[in-house]
């Protein structure tokens, strides 16, 4: 059969437009609160009205009947905010969308301008058809992003959706009939209460830290519900920005494990929040972890039903203590605060190194297996140090600003290393993508850059699952994947990411044979000189690897195969500009970190550590370079 060349009707038709979209939320949010509110004050009338009845229970009867109104319009109200969030949600994909479409319509007119120019009587002649069949496949899965945003906005709104209709106030003056009825008054989002807590926050701040801490242990909920079901960024930018110093500090310390979480907050600002419950809690989990060892040396063993809470406390302890000592490291020069915290199961936490509200550039850097804050977190935060220093000297060749901040981001609970088989499948990978987008998401709005600019991402092994799958929803300005374990098939390709194009870069050392077991693939360096990146081409004279043995791993695909469409650039020993860069020595991100922090002087290096090939090469590719120096459009 012939194959059709590519043309715009290949394309999804995106009629709404995002701001259409904002505003139908704008106005579904103000129509619902006017109701609720409508609703309270005439309960609020009704309330005193029984001193002028006299009939036996009306005076209790009226009031009650008058609250069960109140309760349904904030029923309503509620459910109107979720819609609304629900649009607000879509307004971001349908930008999403119809910015993709641009540049592949774009895409598809170059190519139907150089098949035109061409001598080939062919509708789509042989030196096109890879190009063709690329572009289809963009467009098909630009076709399901597209239908899977508008079901996800048909299944928001049929959760809300009841056996009768009300009219409401539409925000062009007439009305309109959503079945709108309230099912779950708990489980709905409230993100208008949440706005309005804020100026009540300030007002508490005025009194001091122990007023913060006093309404956080009476309302825990709803101290909560703030990192749960935040305000709006902006909203929380304008409303810090208009506090003042004294007020700041009483937050910072009087509800510290809000504040150092709560995007639109100062990073700064963040980071005292966090040192503060640092200084709370180290001594708190000391303390708890000796009591158990009190026990241990008196030779009382543990209850059963102890072991998981004695495994805990122990865990959050040496979680403390390591990112103590992680920010005992900072200096004047090289800065290190912890911007994100969280003592759950496992502890959670967020180092950055230079400072974030100045940087012109962000870097996330994502772990892979068997990393924790409690094991891993002092060497993870050197590697985001020898990255960002490696950053700076970059920038001062190339001419680029050198404000720029990396952050250790240790947000999710990553696989247990072998024998465990966690690895070789995506769950932890979609739980931590969710968690990378909200900080992804919340670093670009608190800085106020758009569609990701001046964000970077980059991940090591089963860092680069879990980061494919969080920026194919979240955009970045550039995304680099070192040793990667494997990438999920719904990231089935480089279009799949939400990065601009040329700007997605992927690596492995040849001695590097652990990230192809992530992947599924027990391999051998084979006898072929190959290319920089170790692959196995089918080829004896040309492949580098040989493959022995295949695992059931659920993300097979490598980024550095041209089929998935990274760039690649080396891992391996190197010599630029005179000066002789060692490659990775195998898998690991950061041995000679781990060694130096141990006191030790081992003879590997890995990605991330200082003077290596792949971090010289990072460092260019996460700033929007490539290795040779090049600005990348």
Same mark, same amino acid.
């Given at each position: ?22 505003? &139908? ?34 005076? *209790? ?6 609250? *069960? ?73 630009? @076709? ?8 996800? !906005? ?26 709108? =009825?309230?099912?779950? !008054? ?9 706005? !309005? ?14 007023? =913060? ?14 990192? *749960? ?73 543990? %209850? ?43 502890? =959670? ?11 012109? /550039? ?23 140090? /020898? ?41 932890k990978a979609v739980d931590g993508a969710a968690r990378l987008r909200g900080f992804i998401d919340g670093a ?9 600019? @001046? ?68 391999? !051998?360096?084979?006898?072929?000189? &190959? ?12 492949? #580098? ?5 295949? %695992? ?19 891992? #391996? ?43 010289? #090469? ?5 700033? &929007? ?9």
């Amino acid at each position: 059969m012939t194959p059709a060349l590519i043309d715009e009707s290949a394309l999804p038709h995106v009629r709404p437009t995002p701001g259409a979209v904002s505003d &139908g939320a704008v106005g579904l949010r103000s129509a619902t609160e006017a109701v609720r509110s409508a609703a309270r004050a005439a309960a609020a009338a009704w309330a005193g009205i029984g001193s002028v009845l006299s009939a036996h229970g009306a005076t *209790d009867a009226l009031p009650r009947a008058m609250d *069960d109104a109140g309760a349904t319009a904030d029923g309503l109200a509620s459910a109107g905010g979720a819609v609304a969030a629900a649009l607000e949600a879509f307004a971001d994909e349908v930008s999403t969308v119809r910015r993709r479409r641009r540049a592949l319509l774009a895409d598809v007119e170059e190519l139907r301008a150089r098949v035109a120019a061409s001598d080939s009587d062919d509708v789509v002649p042989d030196e096109y058809r890879a190009d063709n069949d690329d572009l289809l496949g963009r467009a098909r899965r630009l @076709h399901t992003r597209w239908d899977q945003a508008q079901e996800d !906005l048909s299944r928001a709104v049929r959760t809300q959706v009841g056996g009768g209709s009300l009219l409401l106030p539409g925000p062009d003056g007439g009305t309109f009939a959503p079945p709108l =009825l309230m099912v779950d !008054l708990a489980g709905v989002a409230q993100g208008f209460d949440d706005a !309005l807590r804020l100026p009540m926050l300030a007002e508490l701040a005025a009194d001091g830290p122990g007023a =913060l801490e006093h309404w956080a242990a009476e309302h825990p909920d709803d101290a909560r519900r703030l990192l *749960d079901e935040p305000p709006a960024v902006r909203s929380v930018r304008r409303w810090w920005s208009a506090l003042d110093g004294d007020e700041r500090t009483a937050l910072v310390t009087g509800l510290s494990a809000v504040i150092g979480n709560l995007d639109g907050v100062r990073y700064a600002d963040r980071g005292r929040a966090n040192r503060h419950t640092l200084e709370v809690e180290l001594p708190e989990a000391q303390a708890a972890r000796e009591v158990f060892l009190a026990r241990f040396r008196a030779g009382e063993p543990l %209850l059963a039903s102890e072991v998981d809470e004695y495994e805990r406390v122990l865990e959050r302890a040496r979680a403390l203590e390591a990112l103590d000592r992680t920010l005992a490291a900072s200096t004047a020069a090289i800065p290190r605060s912890i911007v994100a915290l969280t003592l759950g199961d496992p502890p =959670l936490a967020a180092v950055a190194v230079g400072d974030m509200d100045t940087a012109s /550039n962000i870097t996330v850097d994502v772990p892979g297996m068997g990393n924790s804050v409690a094991d891993s977190m002092e060497a993870w935060t050197e590697g985001a140090a /020898n990255l960002r220093g490696e950053q700076r000297t970059a920038a001062a060749l190339l001419g680029a600003d050198r404000d720029v901040a990396t952050v250790a981001w240790m947000g999710y609970d990553t696989p247990d290393m072998p024998p465990s088989t966690e690895v070789l499948g995506s769950a932890k990978a979609v739980d931590g993508a969710a968690r990378l987008r909200g900080f992804i998401d919340g670093a670009s709005r608190t800085r106020g850059w758009a569609g990701g600019a @001046h964000v970077s991402v980059v991940a090591h092994s089963y860092g680069t699952t879990t980061a494919t799958l969080a920026v194919a929803r979240a955009p970045v300005a550039n995304l680099t994947l070192l040793a990667s374990a494997g990438i999920d098939a719904r990231v089935p390709d480089v279009h799949a990411v939400d990065v601009p194009p040329d700007h997605v870069w992927a690596s492995q050392s040849k001695l590097d044979t652990v990230a192809n077991v992530g992947r599924g693939l027990v391999q !051998l360096p084979g006898p072929g000189a &190959g290319g920089d990146q170790p692959l196995d081409t089918g080829n004896p004279f040309t492949t #580098n690897r040989r493959t022995v043995g295949v %695992l059931p791993s659920s993300h097979r695909l490598n980024p550095g195969d041209p089929s998935w469409g990274a760039r690649t650039f080396s891992s #391996n020993d190197e010599v630029v500009g005179g000066r002789r860069y060692p490659g990775s020595s195998g898998h690991s991100a950061t041995p000679a970190a781990e060694d130096a922090l141990r006191g030790e002087h081992g003879e590997d290096v890995g990605y991330l550590d200082r003077g290596t090939s792949s971090l010289r #090469n990072t460092s260019y590719t996460s700033l &929007g370079y490539t290795p040779s120096g090049r600005k990348i459009p």
